[in-house]
């Protein structure tokens, strides 16, 4: 491969960090605003990238640049893990049962022969544990969990994230925003424990 500049390996270098962050590349508007450059600008790196060798694009719809030069290693500390529909933290709302796609995830992010699935957080119950609105829930598949752990649960027909403590008779579902009064109950099934928590901005 023909030597880059300064600058393409720069670029290459941001390609590279963002596809294995997200599982896709950014568009050509993302790489001329984080270098501060015109849009023909990034568009000469990319092009000068492809000519050189270390990026492809199979055709022209946004994302779908590809690494040449080290894509088996890129890709393989990528993990997909299905979306698998919405999540209280609030008043909690029935499971949706439907595969809503998947998202791509730093295999480092992740415990190592476990089984994740993500989830999409509505309401604002978790704020104070830094769970807001819109952000998608990494949950680890379990079947129990100890108190103070925050998990993602079936009550009453309903799934909902909350912190869990197990009480003598029954178990609390305690939230992280004053307005929000804790749940009790004697019928509550363990999803899988938190994770992390992915926002888009």
């Given at each position: ?68 030069h080290g894509m088996p290693d890129s890709y ?126």
């Amino acid at each position: 491969m023909k030597e880059l500049t300064a600058r393409q390996k720069e670029v290459l270098s941001f390609i590279t960090v963002y596809i294995k962050k997200h599982a896709y590349a950014p568009t050509v508007r993302e790489i001329a605003e984080h270098f501060t450059i015109s849009v023909k600008g990034a568009h000469d790196h990319i092009t000068a990238l492809k000519r050189k060798g270390y990026i492809q694009q199979p055709d022209k719809r946004p994302r779908t640049m590809g690494l040449t030069h080290g894509m088996p290693d890129s890709y393989s500390d990528m993990i997909r893990i299905p979306l698998l529909g919405s999540v209280a933290a609030g008043i909690p709302i029935h499971v949706e049962e439907n595969f809503n796609g998947e998202i791509g995830f730093h295999r480092s992010m992740l415990k190592k022969n476990k089984e994740h699935f993500a989830l999409l957080v509505k309401g604002d119950s978790m704020s104070g544990a830094g769970i807001q609105d819109g952000d998608i829930a990494i949950i680890e598949k379990a079947q129990t969990a100890r108190n103070g752990e925050i998990v993602a649960v079936i009550v009453e027909e309903a799934a909902a994230i909350k912190r869990f403590f197990k009480e003598s008779s029954r178990i609390k579902l305690q939230s992280e925003n004053p307005a929000y009064p804790p749940r009790y109950s004697q019928d509550v099934r363990i999803l899988g424990k938190l994770v992390t928590i992915v926002r888009s901005y």
